[in-house]
């Protein structure tokens, strides 16, 4: 029987379409890889970095013939570190990786963004403000006077921002009072569309943003034209760089909360801005790229408040953050991390390299509330940053989301006011109440759900006292704990006619207890390594006020005004710029001191005590860990003279990488010390990483025996002639020995050695945490906390 035309036709073309679908399924995929070669000057890499030319050729062997211009460079590296980007099969990746030089190829990853009175409360504690007045003072000046006890700065320092960009027409980056650029800075003020050279200045110096350039066979390097500017748009970059080092302004507030002199930690520092993440997260080859361009620009520190999942945290060498920041520490410049929002679970520390400074997030003495009426007169206040425009004066109907549930929707999903469980008609003109039972629904999606429902507003109730103040712009919302929420409930069901408002928020200052480990913050051990403590300080990363570009985006502001300058971000990321200011500071007044010193300084004087006098405490009211504050809060008033310093080298690192599994052919490309040869018998000892030179301690198995931390040298930087005697702070059981329990410097004994010895015979089962502590007598207290796993 013969197929009629239509038919035939029909069948020839599904056969070509599953010919071409075939064809199609079997070309590999490309995708954009990382090729990381180590030191740029190490001499077993030929001693400087490769052309060009040299990168293609590696390319050519493991590609095909006719690929053309699919083998094109994507990034070349070539400063501080040696390598390149390049879009590559997976079978290609690996052929590279078995290349000589190569010590690392992995895809490129995307990264995400870990997203005033902060610095007042810092100074509070610690007695800052005198080191703010000094900060003023100007940038030439090099007497190293004192003013009320705190050296005046004797160094201009350049702090290098990786994030979103910047929005330079901002009164936080004025150069009023700042000096001439220092001669030795070497980066440019890229323009853009929307951004002229005229917007840089002496306080924004240095601006970059990056597009994709491609070397194809021909041996040119061919630069697509950058998209958009070093201008952010998403606000994230100008909010971290104003928190580090922007001037001070007057009067500033989101919309009159919070007002008051905003200030970054080193106001007299310059800033240096390199665009390399959107608001979808950050490229990894980018990433590589910014701080390679920022080393070579001459920057000193480099904040960077993004970081990697935890959940798919890479190896050291196969993450671009760590790679970039071991080669900016050989280069003398510091680098600074957010730890992670990924709290409060354990195990979700990010940017936990040991030559990383890992900030946490705390709260400051100073919340944000609004108030519920309820229509007997009852009134409850909970934690918000709103502009409601509702009054005392009018009441509006109450409903549980459970009672407003759309067709077929489960109340447990229209409680926690899921998206599309909420009945429009039940639900308008009304204030909806919701319950956060369901931790994967965030606020922001369940105020959407009740605003798109036509709700009037919205009461959370969150049995999880988070801390954290939501900003649901002028949409009335208010978030209670459980009690709260329980008192709420029971008046609904008491009345047949419910009714309520909610009020604006306001200040509600002298906030205790504070500081305390933000209910977000990540926390450890590291899910890398358990034998190095991180992350290492905490804080301010809560409801911090900073600059941020204004924004007239409906629903944000209040009726009669303008876009604010100024906006409240919660977030590690906040905490990270806070550890950079307060860093630069310290490099200011001490300019010849490593980055590894300056975060020692900041980590042994770190605050153990809160507002009340007692330990810092997490969110749960419960004494925080280590895991969770690290060596405390930072003072960095105290950080200027901490006594003792713990210089952690280059070597020091090497040998932690040796005990952590790299070989000896790795560690030669990695670093220009030829000389160097991992320890005999060194690979992929975990427990010999405990050993670094590091201002913590952290052993992830102590097997109810006797072991010891190899001896620990500490550098005098305090008083020529001093004696220092250890105290030691242990949970009961847990027996700690400090070998000498003495040390004394002189004119000609500068640094000293001691060991620690653990013996968990009699110690609990699980981690148990301490401090050691050296007292001179006199002013100096430097405090090692210890995180010790008995099994």
């Known amino acids: 029987m013969a197929l009629p035309p239509s038919m035939l036709q029909t069948i020839c073309f599904l056969y070509a379409a599953l010919l071409l679908l ?102 509070s504690m610690s007695g800052l403000s005198n080191l703010m007045s000094s900060s003023n003072s100007s940038s030439s000046s090099t007497s190293g006077h004192h003013i009320y006890g705190v050296p005046s700065p004797r160094r201009d320092v350049i702090i290098g921002v990786i994030d979103t960009g910047i929005w330079p027409e901002s009164p936080s980056f ?23 050279k005229s917007n840089c200045n002496r306080k924004l110096i240095g601006a970059r943003y990056y597009g994709t350039e491609r070397t194809y066979n021909d041996n040119k390097t061919h630069s697509s034209k950058p998209k958009g500017s070093p201008r952010d748009t998403v606000g994230h970059g100008t909010h971290t760089a104003s928190i580090a080092a922007g001037s001070p302004v007057a009067n500033a507030s989101y919309y009159g909360l919070a007002r008051g002199t905003a200030k970054g930690g080193a106001p007299s520092a310059r800033i240096a801005v390199y665009k390399a993440c959107s608001e979808d997260g950050c490229s990894g080859s980018t990433l590589l790229k910014a701080i390679d361009d920022a080393i070579a620009d001459g920057v000193d520190f480099i904040s960077i408040s993004i970081g990697m999942s935890s959940t798919f945290q890479a190896d050291f060498l196969e993450d671009p953050i760590a790679i970039g920041a071991f080669h900016a520490q050989e280069k003398g410049v510091t680098v600074v991390c957010s ?36 229509g007997d007169g009852r009134t409850f206040n909970g934690s918000t940053i709103n502009f409601s425009n509702l009054r005392r004066s009018r009441t509006y109907p109450l409903v549980f989301g459970a009672g407003a549930a759309s067709n077929f929707t489960p109340i447990s999903e229209s409680s926690n006011c899921y998206p599309g469980s909420l009945d429009r008609n039940k639900v308008a003109g009304k204030i909806v109440v919701c319950v956060a039972s369901d931790f994967s629904i965030s606020r922001r999606i369940r105020k959407m ?81 358990e034998n190095i403590l991180k992350p290492d300080v905490m804080a301010p990363g809560v409801s911090i006020l900073a600059a941020f570009p204004p924004k007239n985006v409906t629903g944000t502001v209040p009726a009669g005004e303008k876009p604010s300058w100024y906006a409240l971000k919660s977030g590690t990321s906040m905490a990270c710029p806070h550890v950079t200011g307060a860093a630069a500071f310290v490099k200011s007044v001490h300019p010849k001191w490593s980055p590894s010193m300056i975060k020692s300084a900041l980590m042994t004087t770190a605050t153990v005590f809160n507002n009340l006098g007692k330990p810092v405490m997490n969110n749960s009211r419960q004494s925080a860990s280590p895991h969770e504050a690290g060596a405390g809060e930072i003072n960095p008033i105290k950080a200027l003279n901490p006594g003792l310093v713990f210089h952690t080298t280059t070597l020091d690192y090497l040998r932690f990488l040796c005990y952590y599994g790299l ?7 990695l670093s220009p010390r030829t000389n160097f040869t991992c320890p005999s018998n060194s690979t992929n000892n975990d427990r010999l990483m405990s050993n670094l030179n590091y201002p913590s301690i952290s052993i992830a198995v102590l097997s109810r025996r006797r072991i010891g931390r190899a001896a620990t040298a500490t550098t005098n930087v305090g008083h020529v002639n001093s004696t220092y005697i250890a105290t030691v702070h242990a949970p009961s059981g847990l027996r700690v020995e400090v070998l000498p329990r003495k040390l004394v410097f002189t004119e000609r004994v ?25 007292r001179d007598g006199r002013r100096h207290l430097v405090r090692l906390v210890f995180a010790v796993n008995v099994e």
């Open 663 to 669: 070989s000896n052919k790795d560690i030669k490309s």
């Open 22 to 123: 075939s064809s199609s399924s079997a070309d590999p995929i490309r995708q954009q890889y990382v090729v990381y070669m180590g030191s740029s000057s190490s001499s077993a890499n030929g001693g400087e970095f490769a052309p060009e030319s040299a990168y293609l050729q590696m390319l050519s062997s493991v590609t095909e013939s006719d690929d053309g211009g699919e083998m094109g460079l994507v990034r070349r590296y070539q400063h501080a570190f040696r390598g390149f980007s390049a879009m590559l099969t997976e079978d290609q990746a690996s052929a590279l990786s078995g290349q000589e030089g190569v010590i690392s190829v992995f895809p490129d990853p995307i990264l995400k963004l870990h997203t005033t009175r902060s610095w007042d409360f810092l100074e």
């Open 750 to 774: 500068g640094r000293l050695t001691f060991r620690v010895v653990f013996n968990g015979t009699k110690a609990p089962r699980g981690y148990n945490y301490g401090s050691l502590t050296w």
């Open 174 to 196: 004025i150069d009023e009072g700042i000096g001439e650029i220092p001669s030795r800075w070497k980066g440019i003020c890229m323009e853009g569309s929307d951004f002229r």
């Open 339 to 374: 730890a992670g929002n990924e709290g409060p679970q354990l195990n979700t520390v990010v940017n936990s390299a040991p030559w990383i400074f890992t900030a946490a997030a705390s709260n400051i003495d100073r919340d944000f509330q609004s108030t519920l009426v309820l």
């Open 449 to 529: 759900v009740v605003e798109d429902a036509r709700g009037r507003g919205m009461i959370l109730v969150n049995p999880e006292d988070t801390g954290v103040p939501f900003d649901s712009g002028t949409f009335p919302f208010i978030e209670v704990g459980g009690r709260y929420g329980t008192s709420i409930l029971k008046y609904m069901n008491s009345t047949k006619n419910p009714k309520g408002t909610i009020l604006a928020a306001v200040d509600v200052p002298g906030y205790r207890p504070a500081p305390s480990v933000a209910y977000f913050s990540s926390r450890g051990p590291g899910p890398l390594t």
